[in-house]
Nanobody, 116 residues
Framework: QVQLVESGGGLVQAGGSLRLSCAAS????????MGWFRQAPGKQRELVAA???????NYADSVKGRFTISRDKAKNTVYLQMNSLKPEDTAVYYC??????????WGQGTQVTVSS
């Protein structure tokens, strides 16, 4: 099992920045892909960014050039640096882990609110 603890959400004005962190514990040796999803009210949960290994990344088109995902393997932590935030980025952001055994784990979610 992998446990995830997220931090870093909050309220920011449009154009501002936030950094989300997600620390994993437990069976961290099994982690394959780490990522972030988000869910806005009335919308489906969507992939924001994911990282496999140290540098194999994938981003949603809506965040390319503004968000950067990174991973500290020694700390079993994944980060999401969010710059140039827009009101449409407002959502609950969830950390997601996929293991080598094809299991998926979710964090508890952290609210990001961008005011116009």
């Amino acid at each position: 099992q992998v446990q995830l603890v997220e931090s870093g959400g909050g309220l920011v004005q449009a154009g501002g920045s936030l950094r989300l962190s997600c620390a994993a514990s437990g069976s961290t040796y099994s982690i394959d892909v780490m990522g972030w999803f988000r869910q806005a009210p009335g919308k489906q949960r969507e992939l924001v960014a994911a990282i496999q290994g140290s540098s194999n990344t994938n981003y949603a088109d809506s965040v390319k050039g503004r968000f950067t995902i990174s991973r500290d393997k020694a700390k079993n932590t994944v980060y999401l640096q969010m710059n140039s935030l827009k009101p449409e980025d407002t959502a609950v952001y969830y950390c997601n882990i996929q293991t080598m055994y094809s299991t998926t784990h979710w964090g508890q979610g952290t609210q990001v609110t961008v005011s116009s």
